[in-house]
T-cell receptor
Framework: NAGVMQNPRHLVRRRGQEARLRCSPV?????VYWYRQLPEEGLKFMVY????????ESGMPKERFSAEFPKEGPSILRIQQVVRGDSAAYFC????????????????FGPGTRLLVL | DQQVKQNSPSLSVQEGRISILNCDYT??????FLWYKKYPAEGPTFLIS?????DKNEDGRFTVFLNKSAKHLSLHIVPSQPGDSAVYFC??????????FGQGTRLTINP
């Protein structure tokens, strides 16, 4: 029974390149959340997606960042033209119930992708 | 605008004693509070939660207390064990599942 999978676990990019982070939720989960953790800080919500829909993107920077969760395949967090300030750990969480269920305890986190921008 | 704050970056406790981790919040609309545990190079793992209509929730060695008038919650771990050494995050939500996290407290259990 595989948990949330994220790849790559580590990603190094030069300034101006694109970063693609992938998240495969727990089998059967149709709700995905992305969080970002900057060094020495807590996790910060970025975006909440349900299959093919963005439900809440209030934590996403307005430019360069986008997310999708297609009908088939993993969820993708895409960062265009990366800058040094994008260096962080990016965590994905999945849930079977979304807004219909109790919060938090149904969110299962992946191991994260550590992005380093040189 | 830090809505959830954990003011102690680190805490050291002797094995077998009680560990108390604290968390303060500012948003009175939060209706659900959670504690997560995180080991290095892993994602957060859910520990325990409490609804805003309760003041205490217990699960084995873990108890969470909520004081709404003070906008304060705490996690008690007793007895503390070496495997409890990790970073603990307090989180809160308003209705929907978007979680607001504190900065974390690094707990070290000394043998």
């Amino acid at each position: 029974n595989a948990g949330v999978m994220q790849n790559p676990r580590h990603l190094v990019r030069r300034r101006g390149q694109e970063a693609r982070l992938r998240c495969s939720p727990v089998k059967g989960h149709s709700h995905v959340y992305w969080y970002r953790q900057l060094p020495e800080e807590g996790l910060k919500f970025m975006v909440y997606l349900q299959k093919e829909n963005i439900i809440d993107e209030s934590g996403m920077p307005k430019e360069r960042f986008s997310a999708e969760f297609p009908k088939e395949g993993p969820s993708i967090l895409r960062i265009q033209q990366v800058v040094r300030g994008d260096s962080a750990a990016y965590f994905c969480a999945s849930s079977p119930l979304g807004l219909a269920g109790p919060p938090g305890e149904t969110q299962y986190f992946g191991p994260g992708t550590r992005l380093l921008v040189l | 605008d830090q809505q959830v704050k954990q003011n102690s970056p680190s805490l050291s406790v002797q094995e077998g004693r009680i560990s108390i981790l604290n968390c303060d919040y500012t948003n009175s609309m939060f209706d659900y509070f959670l504690w997560y545990k995180k080991y290095p190079a892993e994602g957060p793992t859910f520990l325990i939660s409490i609804s805003s209509i309760k003041d205490k929730n217990e699960d084995g060695r873990f108890t969470v207390f909520l004081n709404k008038s003070a906008k304060h919650l705490s996690l008690h771990i007793v007895p503390s064990q070496p495997g409890d050494s990790a970073v603990y995050f307090c989180a809160a939500s308003v209705g929907a599942q978007k979680l607001v996290f504190g900065q974390g407290t690094r707990l070290t259990i000394n043998p």
